[in-house]
């Protein structure tokens, strides 16, 4: 069973930085580029970003563009997202997604974990 | 930036009816489209990707179609777990990005 299971949200104030965490399980994790997709209070989803099955390429919204950082460490099957310069409007539900394809960035998301909060607030 | 429309805003149908969900791309997306379902407090669920296909495990009821900049999802009969948000999502090359819609919500009437 494909599990997904985000770690390191919390409060922080403006300015503040976070680094989440997304540990994966039930499939090989090193074939399947992985994102990271938000969803604000009420709100709909907003993508942020994206890193390819080996973490060669990366890719950003520019809203996050210089201040989150996306990174996979293959060998413990888990995915990073360092971000810093925190915003209000960054305020979310940060949910880490599997991409459909198989050694390729399909950028359609078949799994989905159950997200993380990120408050960012003074 | 493709922005995707969806319409109507919210959907009320009953247990059995068709429902007919639009969702519109300010430019041409091809067929790079993609339709999810969220209930609340859950994450999302992917149903269609590319337009027409269905994900493992999505009942027949669903379909999708459209190409270009018109698409549509179609549930043929309306079950009770069917009631929820629905967004459909789109990947480009170029202007690169992905987007979704700011999603329709298909209430009981």
């Known amino acids: 069973e494909v599990q997904l299971v985000e770690s390191g949200g919390g409060v922080v104030q403006p300015g503040g930085s976070l680094r989440l965490s997304c540990s994966a399980s039930?499939?090989?994790?090193?074939?399947?580029?992985i994102h990271w997709v938000r969803q604000a209070p009420g709100k709909g989803l907003e993508y942020v970003s994206a890193?390819?099955?080996?973490?060669?390429?990366?890719f950003y919204i520019d809203s996050v563009k210089g201040r989150f950082t996306i990174s996979r460490d293959n060998s413990k099957n888990t995915l990073y997202l360092q971000m810093t310069s925190l915003r209000v409007e960054d305020t979310a539900l940060y949910y880490c997604?599997?991409?459909w394809g198989n050694g390729v960035s399909t950028y359609y998301f078949d799994f989905w974990g159950q997200g993380i909060p990120v408050t960012v607030s003074s | 930036e493709i922005i995707l429309t969806q319409s109507p805003a919210t959907l009320s149908l009953s247990p059995g009816e068709r429902a007919t969900l639009s969702c519109r791309a300010s430019?041409?997306?091809?067929?790079?489209l993609a339709w999810y379902q969220q209930k609340p407090g859950q994450a999302p669920r992917l149903l269609m990707y590319?337009?027409?296909k269905r994900a493992t495990g999505i009942p027949a009821r669903f379909s999708g179609s459209g190409s270009g900049t018109d698409f549509t999802l179609t549930i043929s009969s309306l079950e009770h777990e069917d009631f929820a948000v629905y967004y459909c999502?789109?990947?480009?090359?170029?202007?690169?990005?992905?987007?979704f819609g700011q999603g329709t919500r298909l209430e009981i009437k």
């Open positions: 999502q789109q990947r480009s090359k170029w202007p690169p990005g992905i987007t």
């Open positions: 430019q041409s997306v091809s067929t790079f």
């Open positions: 590319d337009a027409s």
């Open positions: 039930g499939f090989t994790f090193s074939n399947y580029a």
């Open positions: 890193i390819s099955f080996n973490g060669d390429s990366t």
């Open positions: 997604v599997k991409d």
